[in-house]
């Protein structure tokens, strides 16, 4: 029976730990990758799969069932008739229904769009901990959060505890919310809280297991413990010092088989581990389980994949449970076995030292005054060492670095050509670059270059002026940017656009930008000289062209996101101070001849402010689509303004729509207010590029991520958006999931490598 949840936290704790609890709930201090189910008199246990697509699957009065979708999850737990799995990437929380059976079952997304980094299900609710702040969320059951930031959580019978982030205190409330004072845990750090029928337990640092109830301290079992489980009146952990179980409690569904295990759940009144030995998962106790019974399940994951190393070292044969590369399965770090320390025998007794007292002085102050010069000279020496290293980065840095004030002054235009003007020696054709220093072109090697600046020749224009293709005499193609030959109020514009981009440019090397060869300041004239991109803009590719690789691989279209984010992410992050674009937009990505993509036009770049989370207060620049909000209302110009500009890149590679595009019979909409709706309602599929065939069985997560990705950048405040260097992992993992084989497919299908 379930307790009135208006009760005083008295009567709520009674009803908790005396009634008995019918159904009462499996407890995980954390997620698993293991998850035991219960309800109409059967057992669902799923797990999830070793392999390429570390999807679910799950067994149900002895019939295996695949979950679907098939894609990859990170931890799943279950409850009361369902159960729920965290995808990969976070931001989804699928449950299915366990008690309708698993061959009719249709997942339901229950999160929106909040980045979970841990999920567990109670009876009949479902909490999770944000990534980032700690704070809990939850649904089902008229189930509330909870303020405050949390380390790990587990979920019992109408009732959620936690450990508090800082204190690694435990707390525990009611589903409204409510704290239930009798479930407070000791006074004691805890690495692990995990709530059952009846009682709360808790590890330790030292691994000793504390439990209680509403009625205080409950007796634990002896030793040290790495995991443990609690279902209905019973108690189950393993071992740190050989990974065995052991149970305990008033009706123990026993075990007394010897295997190892690395995870364990309970459901009702059973219990499920994981077997060290093949990664299979035997269950004992109530529901015919009996005293052990392998289920049919593949192998699964003994612990989530992930990308960073190892500190405490990796599971064998990693590689291949995760089955991609640069992924790792890590052992959890244990605090070493202890022993009760024996009583030390007292020391023997040391006869006293006699020093004469004028002796002792005088070594004393000459100990205190040769400490003191000591750290004086130390002091100096480093002051010195540092002095000269900032005066030498300063003059490094701001040598070719022109301030925002500089960017709309005729010195900048000085400055620059001081900077990058060297002598000439014959023509062009037989000069070549010295260092990182741009080569200067005469009005008449870069006419015969482009014809005469022939109308045939132009290929695009961008914020600077026209943009001609053209032949070198030495046979390089290249691409000419002419600024706009005008004498008005604007010029100052061009002439600050140009030496804004010569600048930049010139100190710039990265494979995603587009690279500087040369410049003309010639008279009027301002023109800029870069290497040729045979391929065009990714503008072209997805609204202009017919034929095009972008049109028939999503794979295609999410490389050449990634190498476009790296470009940014350069820009953002290794550029000193840090560069902001202004103007990321497809039109201003461009493809060279192998479809590496790089980012051009920075006519509107500015010099980013130095300090962590500054911002500079600029009059609002961009195109209209692409432009930040926020930059446009406040004037406040970040690097996460260049952020939200590629968060409209991503949503234009999938949905194919131009940033502002008309919808038939409703006029002009931006493609922000057209997908980002869609994609959190979980309606990605109906607005994919349709020209692109369907995205394939290991795509499916790939394109999801990006989509979810997208509506993240495009948040309409710049601190609720990822950083570059978020944004380049998680498409680096996007790519990584489609450079997989389809599980389906042959395994001898060739896929080109991630670039």
Same mark, same amino acid.
């Given at each position: ?31 698993? +990758? ?6 109409? =008199? ?12 570390? /999807? $679910? ?20 737990? =279950? ?39 841990? $999920? ?62 009798? #479930? ?7 690495? +692990? ?22 009625? /205080?301290? %409950? ?32 009706? +123990? ?13 309970? =459901? ?77 025998? &007292? ?54 670095? &022109? ?61 600077? =002026? ?50 500087? $060869? ?58 000193? &101070? ?62 996460? +303004? ?21 919808? &038939?019979?409703? /006029? ?19 607005? #994919?590029?349709?020209? %692109? ?63």
């Amino acid at each position: 029976m379930r307790g009135d949840l208006g009760f005083n936290a008295v009567v709520v704790v009674l009803v908790f730990v005396f009634v008995g609890l019918v159904g009462c709930v499996n407890g995980l201090g954390s997620m698993s +990758t293991i998850a035991a189910s219960y309800g109409n =008199g059967s057992a669902t246990v799923c797990g999830i799969l070793s392999g390429g697509q570390r /999807g $679910i699957q799950c067994v149900q009065n002895g019939q295996n069932v695949m979950v679907f979708p098939n894609v990859s999850f990170v931890g799943v737990s =279950g409850g009361d008739g369902f159960f729920c799995g965290l995808r990969r990437g976070g931001r989804t929380l699928l449950c299915w229904n366990t008690d309708t059976g698993l061959s009719s079952l249709q997942p339901k997304r229950i999160s929106k769009n909040v980045d979970l980094k841990e $999920i567990v299900v109670g009876e009949k609710h479902v909490c999770g901990v944000v990534n980032g702040t700690g704070g809990i969320r939850c649904w089902r059951d008229e189930a509330q959060g909870r303020n405050g930031s949390f380390d790990s959580i587990s979920a019992g019978r109408g009732f959620t505890c936690g450990i508090e982030t800082g204190n690694r205190r435990v707390r525990c409330w009611r589903l409204n919310g409510t704290e239930i004072s009798g #479930l407070q845990g000791p006074m004691v750090e805890m690495t +692990t809280v995990v709530a059952g029928g009846r009682d709360v337990c808790g590890i330790q640092d030292d691994g000793f297991v504390r439990c209680w109830n509403g009625s /205080g301290p %409950v007796e634990a079992r002896a030793g040290q413990f790495s995991a443990l489980a609690l279902g209905d009146g019973h108690s189950c952990g393993i071992r740190q010092e050989n990974k065995t179980v052991v149970c305990w409690g008033d009706s +123990t569904p026993r075990y007394s088989g010897g295997d190892s295990f690395e995870a364990i759940v309970a =459901g009702d009144n059973y219990t499920c581990g994981l077997v060290s030995a093949n990664f299979s998962v035997m269950c004992w106790g109530g529901r015919g389980f009996g005293s052990g019974s392998i289920l049919s399940l593949p192998q699964v994951l003994p612990r989530p994949c992930g990308s960073s190393r190892c500190s405490c070292g990796e599971y064998p044969n990693s590689d291949n449970l995760c089955a991609a590369e640069s992924e790792y399965i890590c052992f959890p770090c244990s605090p070493e076995l202890t022993t009760p320390a024996p009583v030390p025998s &007292p020391p023997p007794a040391v006869p006293p030292i006699v020093v004469r007292r004028g002796l002792s002085r005088g070594l004393l102050a000459l100990v205190i005054v040769g400490c003191i010069g000591a750290l004086a000279g130390a002091a100096t020496v480093i002051w010195c060492l540092w002095r000269g290293f900032y005066a030498r980065q300063r003059r490094v840095h701001n040598s070719v670095q &022109p301030t925002v004030a500089q960017l709309h002054s005729g010195s900048l235009r000085r400055q620059t050509s001081r900077a990058f003007r060297r002598q000439r020696s014959g023509t062009s054709s037989n000069r070549s670059k010295r260092g990182d220093r741009a080569e200067e072109f005469t009005l008449s090697d870069l006419e015969n270059a482009t014809g005469g600046f022939s109308e045939s020749n132009i290929i695009g224009a961008g914020s600077f =002026g026209t943009v001609y293709r053209g032949k070198l005499g030495d046979g390089r193609e290249v691409a000419i940017k002419r600024g706009d030959i005008v004498v008005t109020k604007k010029f100052q514009e061009k002439e600050a656009a140009f030496q804004s981009e010569l600048a930049f440019l010139s100190r710039l090397h990265h494979k995603h930008l587009v690279s500087l $060869i040369g410049y003309c300041d010639e008279g009027e004239e301002r023109m800029l000289v870069y290497e040729y991109m045979p391929n065009g803009a990714l503008y072209d590719h997805l609204h202009k062209n017919t034929t095009s690789p972008l049109l028939e691989s999503w794979t295609a279209r999410i490389k050449v996101a990634l190498d476009a984010a790296r470009g940014v992410e350069y820009l953002h992050t290794y550029a000193v &101070p840090p560069i902001i674009h202004r103007d990321i937009k497809s039109s201003n990505i461009l493809l060279d001849a192998t479809g590496t993509a790089r980012v051009s036009d920075f006519g509107l770049s500015l010099m980013g402010p130095e300090e962590q989370g500054g911002h500079l207060s600029m009059t609002a620049a961009g195109t209209v689509g692409y432009m930040d909000p926020e930059y446009y209302r406040l004037h406040h110009l970040t690097t996460k +303004t260049d952020v939200y500009g590629f968060g409209v890149v991503l949503l234009e590679l999938l949905t194919g729509q131009r940033a502002i595009f008309k919808q &038939p019979a409703a /006029g002009p909409i931006s493609v922000v207010d057209f997908a980002v709706p869609r994609i959190l309602s979980d309606e990605l599929h109906h607005i #994919l590029d349709s020209r %692109v065939r369907p995205p394939l069985s290991h795509e499916i997560e790939a394109v999801e991520m990006v989509a979810y990705t997208a509506v993240n950048c495009v948040h309409l405040e710049g601190k609720d958006r990822p950083s570059m260097t978020d944004i380049v992992a998680n498409l680096e993992r996007a790519v990584a999931i489609c450079m997989q084989v389809p599980i389906s497919r042959s395994s001898s299908l060739a896929l080109a490598s991630p670039q």
